[in-house]
C-alpha cells in the first residue's frame, strides 16, 4: 500500500507525517507500506524549515535529508490512500486532479478529542507553523502524532507473509539466537493473523516483554512465542474495547453491537452470493471482513458515532480492495456510461465537479456489480 501525506509546500507538515509513519512502519516490520509526501504548491528539492528539522530532532527523528516534492499527476495516481492537512488541499484536488479526490482525506479526522487542548477538533484544517515560533511547530507536530498514530492503527492488516517474517525477526532479537519459528509458534502467528491482531500490538508486546527481561536481569533462554501469547491477548482484547469508545447513552440501548452484527451478517450473505456468481476473490474477501467484523460486534459499550466511523471505514476499505479487482476494460465501461448518464448536465457542471460525479457513479456501477452490502447504513 502506497501512502501519501499532502500539504502546500512539502517542508512542514506532511515531511513531518511522512516521517512519523515511516519511523513507525519500520519499527514494526511493515515492509508492504511505501510512504511518501508531497505539496500542492511545493518546489522541488527544498530542505525542511529549520523549526520543523529541530522538533523532529526532539522526537528522535532526522528530517535533514527530506527534500521537498511537487504533487505531480504520477505521484497521486501511485497513492492508495491521500492525506491532506486542509480542506484546500482536497479542494485543490477535485480541481486538478478529480480522479484522486475520491482518495483524499483530512489527516486530522485521525484525531481524537484529545487534540482539542491543542486547539484543533478532529476533522479541521491543521494549521502551517511556518511563521510561527517553536512552540508552534512543537504544538503541530504533537497534533499530527496523535492523527498519525491512529492513522497507522486503523490501516489495513499486514500482509500474512509479512506479518509472519516481523514477528520471527522480533522474535530472534528475543530469544538472541538465530532460530526460525517453530511449526507451534508459526501456528500461533497464523491463528493472530487470521483473528486480525495488529502486528503492532505483537511487535509492541514482543519489545516490552525483551524490555522487562533486561531490566530484571532474567537469563534463562525464551524457547517458544508462546511466552507473550497470554500479554498479546490482552493486549489486543483491551484495543478492541477501546477503538470503539465508551458512550454510556449507545452502551444502554446496545445500537453498537447491533449495527456491527447486522454488518457482518451482510458481509457474510455478500459472501455467499459472490461465490454462487462466480466472484470467489471478491467472497474471499466479503468472508475475511465478515470474520474480522464479528469480534468488534461482540464489544460492549460502542457509541453510535464510534460504530459508525467503524463502518464507514469498513466501507471504504471494502470499496478499495474490490476495485482492485475491476479489469482497466469494466472501468473504462463504466467511465464512459458515468459519462453518458451526465451528458445532458455536463455543459452546467464545472471540471471539478463533472469528474467527482463521473467517480462518484462509477463507483455505484461497482457496488452494482459487485453486489456490495450497505455497511454504513447496518
Same mark, same amino acid.
Given at each position: 500500500?502506497? @501512502? *501519501?501525506?499532502?500539504? !502546500?509546500?512539502? =517542508?512542514?507538515?506532511? +515531511?513531518?507525517?511522512?516521517?512519523?509513519?515511516?519511523? /513507525? &512502519? $519500520?519499527?514494526?516490520?511493515?515492509?508492504?507500506?511505501?510512504?511518501?509526501?508531497?505539496?500542492?504548491?511545493?518546489?522541488?528539492?527544498?530542505?525542511?524549515?529549520?523549526?520543523?528539522?529541530?522538533?523532529?530532532?526532539?522526537?528522535?527523528?532526522?528530517?535533514?535529508?527530506?527534500?521537498?516534492?511537487?504533487?505531480?499527476?504520477?505521484?497521486?495516481?501511485?497513492?492508495?490512500? @491521500? *492525506?491532506?492537512?486542509? !480542506?484546500?488541499? =482536497?479542494?485543490?484536488? +477535485?480541481?486538478?486532479?478529480?480522479?484522486?479526490?475520491? /482518495? &483524499? $482525506?483530512?489527516?486530522?479526522?485521525?484525531?481524537?478529542?484529545?487534540?482539542?487542548?491543542?486547539?484543533?477538533?478532529?476533522?479541521?484544517?491543521?494549521?502551517?507553523?511556518?511563521?510561527?515560533?517553536?512552540?508552534?511547530?512543537?504544538?503541530?507536530?504533537?497534533?499530527?502524532?496523535?492523527?498519525?498514530?491512529?492513522?497507522?492503527?486503523?490501516?489495513?492488516?499486514?500482509?500474512?507473509?509479512?506479518?509472519?517474517?516481523?514477528?520471527?525477526?522480533?522474535?530472534? +532479537?528475543?530469544?538472541?539466537?538465530?532460530?526460525?519459528?517453530?511449526?507451534?509458534?508459526?501456528?500461533?502467528?497464523?491463528?493472530?493473523?487470521?483473528?486480525?491482531?495488529?502486528?503492532?500490538?505483537?511487535?509492541?508486546?514482543?519489545?516490552?516483554?525483551?524490555?522487562?527481561?533486561?531490566?530484571?536481569?532474567?537469563?534463562?533462554?525464551?524457547?517458544?512465542?508462546?511466552?507473550?501469547?497470554?500479554?498479546?491477548?490482552?493486549?489486543?482484547?483491551?484495543?478492541?474495547?477501546?477503538?470503539?469508545?465508551?458512550?454510556?447513552?449507545?452502551? +444502554?440501548?446496545?445500537?453498537?453491537?447491533?449495527?456491527?452484527?447486522?454488518?457482518?451478517?451482510?458481509?457474510?450473505?455478500?459472501?455467499?452470493?459472490?461465490?454462487?456468481?462466480?466472484?470467489?476473490?471478491?467472497?474471499?474477501?466479503?468472508?475475511?471482513?465478515?470474520?474480522?467484523?464479528?469480534?468488534?460486534?461482540?464489544?460492549?459499550?460502542?457509541?453510535?458515532?464510534?460504530?459508525?466511523?467503524?463502518?464507514?471505514?469498513?466501507?471504504?476499505?471494502?470499496?478499495?480492495?474490490?476495485?482492485?479487482?475491476?479489469?482497466?476494460?469494466?472501468?473504462?465501461?463504466?467511465?464512459?456510461?458515468?459519462?453518458?448518464?451526465?451528458?445532458?448536465?455536463?455543459?452546467?457542471?464545472?471540471?471539478?465537479?463533472?469528474?467527482?460525479?463521473?467517480?462518484?457513479?462509477?463507483?455505484?456501477?461497482?457496488?452494482?456489480?459487485?453486489?456490495?452490502?450497505?455497511?454504513?447504513?447496518?
Amino acid at each position: 500500500m502506497t @501512502i *501519501l501525506f499532502l500539504c !502546500s509546500g512539502n =517542508i512542514h507538515r506532511s +515531511a513531518h507525517a511522512e516521517a512519523l509513519l515511516r519511523e /513507525r &512502519a $519500520r519499527r514494526d516490520g511493515r515492509t508492504d507500506l511505501t510512504i511518501r509526501s508531497a505539496g500542492v504548491v511545493a518546489v522541488d528539492g527544498m530542505a525542511a524549515v529549520g523549526e520543523a528539522v529541530q522538533v523532529a530532532g526532539e522526537a528522535g527523528i532526522d528530517l535533514g535529508s527530506h527534500r521537498s516534492s511537487p504533487a505531480t499527476a504520477a505521484t497521486l495516481a501511485d497513492a492508495e490512500q @491521500i *492525506l491532506v492537512m486542509e !480542506s484546500f488541499h =482536497i479542494e485543490w484536488l +477535485a480541481l486538478n486532479h478529480p480522479d484522486c479526490a475520491p /482518495r &483524499a $482525506r483530512l489527516l486530522t479526522e485521525y484525531g481524537s478529542a484529545t487534540m482539542r487542548s491543542l486547539g484543533v477538533e478532529p476533522g479541521q484544517d491543521l494549521p502551517d507553523a511556518i511563521g510561527g515560533d517553536r512552540e508552534s511547530f512543537r504544538r503541530s507536530f504533537a497534533i499530527l502524532q496523535e492523527c498519525v498514530l491512529r492513522l497507522y492503527e486503523a490501516l489495513p492488516p499486514a500482509p500474512q507473509e509479512v506479518y509472519a517474517a516481523a514477528i520471527e525477526s522480533r522474535f530472534r +532479537a528475543l530469544r538472541r539466537v538465530p532460530m526460525t519459528l517453530s511449526p507451534a509458534d508459526y501456528a500461533l502467528v497464523e491463528r493472530w493473523w487470521g483473528e486480525g491482531v495488529p502486528l503492532w500490538i505483537v511487535v509492541g508486546a514482543l519489545d516490552d516483554l525483551s524490555r522487562r527481561r533486561e531490566a530484571s536481569g532474567e537469563s534463562a533462554r525464551v524457547r517458544r512465542l508462546s511466552y507473550c501469547e497470554s500479554e498479546v491477548e490482552e493486549r489486543f482484547a483491551a484495543h478492541q474495547r477501546s477503538r470503539l469508545g465508551a458512550d454510556e447513552d449507545s452502551a +444502554a440501548d446496545g445500537t453498537g453491537p447491533d449495527r456491527l452484527d447486522r454488518a457482518a451478517a451482510l458481509l457474510l450473505e455478500a459472501a455467499r452470493a459472490a461465490s454462487e456468481r462466480g466472484l470467489q476473490k471478491a467472497a474471499s474477501i466479503y468472508l475475511e471482513m465478515s470474520r474480522r467484523a464479528v469480534p468488534d460486534s461482540r464489544q460492549d459499550g460502542a457509541s453510535a458515532a464510534a460504530v459508525g466511523l467503524r463502518l464507514h471505514e469498513m466501507d471504504e476499505e471494502l470499496m478499495a480492495r474490490l476495485r482492485g479487482l475491476v479489469s482497466p476494460e469494466a472501468m473504462t465501461s463504466w467511465r464512459e456510461l458515468a459519462a453518458s448518464q451526465l451528458s445532458g448536465f455536463r455543459d452546467r457542471m464545472t471540471a471539478g465537479a463533472y469528474q467527482a460525479t463521473v467517480e462518484r457513479l462509477v463507483a455505484e456501477h461497482m457496488r452494482e456489480h459487485f453486489a456490495v452490502p450497505p455497511l454504513s447504513g447496518a
